[in-house]
């Protein structure tokens, strides 16, 4: 099994739907990740969170929001989705800073959305 | 703020051939870089990183990279590319771990540069 679990891998919906991703971990990581990737433009950082009551925004966060559920879990809700919101999203965990730490991001397979 | 720039966003190579992918980061301090490759319909794998040392590093899958300070510079090299090679590849800067707790794990990626590998 994945270390980094992203449900759903495909979606596609409708100008205004709700729709909510998941990421859930296994690897006991504390930090998490919601990035977004657009072609030419590489990833980009939506929401984080360092721990369970730490929720932060990152450099694309309107029209997103966040809930981190557990340390295992963590999901990114669009309330009223939009076509330029059609995207491949991709959650990642991260150790703490701590001597030795790797400082690498572990990524989920991806989740790609279709906005209509 | 930090920031990387990935100058060929396609590279087409033959097969046997050596490669080069080129990566330039703005960064305050010594950074964290790293290179990833992305497969299509995967996630992100990380192929190497650096925070201090050699400045020339190995990875997985035959890559290597060096950490060139002057320059700004963490180029990405195979000396003989497979076809399986074929990817996307992305440049990333981060905070290395006693950089504080706040940046830790924010990485800042480049645009990509999506590898093509002919027979």
């Known amino acids: 099994d994945a270390d980094v679990t992203q449900t759903p891998r495909n979606r596609i919906t409708k100008t205004g739907k709700r729709i909510m991703l998941e990421c859930s971990q296994t690897?006991?990581?504390?930090?998490m990740y919601w990035y977004r990737q657009d072609p030419g433009l590489g990833l980009r950082l939506i929401y984080y969170?360092?721990?369970?009551?730490?929720?932060n925004k990152g450099e694309i966060s309107d029209g997103y929001s966040v809930s981190r559920q557990a340390q295992a879990k963590f999901s990114l809700s669009l309330e009223s989705a939009i076509p330029n919101q059609t995207a491949l999203y991709f959650c990642a965990t991260s150790d703490r800073p701590r001597t030795g730490g790797s400082g690498e991001l572990f990524f989920g397979e991806g989740s790609r959305l279709t906005v209509l | 703020a930090q920031s990387v720039t990935q100058p060929d966003i396609h590279i087409t190579v033959s097969e046997g051939a050596s490669l080069e992918l080129r990566c330039n980061y703005s960064y305050g301090a010594t950074p964290y870089l790293f290179w990833y490759v992305q497969s299509p319909g995967q996630g992100l794998q990380l192929l190497l990183k650096y925070f201090s040392g050699d400045t020339l590093v190995q990875g997985i899958k035959g890559f290597e990279a060096e950490f060139k300070r002057s320059q700004s510079s963490f180029n990405l090299r195979k000396p003989s590319v497979h076809w399986s090679d074929a990817a996307e590849y992305f440049c990333a800067v981060g905070d290395p771990p006693h950089a504080g707790g706040t940046s830790y794990g924010k990485l800042t990626f480049g645009q990509g540069t999506i590898l093509t590998v002919h027979p």
């Open positions: 690897k006991g990581h504390d930090r």
């Open positions: 969170s360092f721990d369970v009551k730490d929720i």
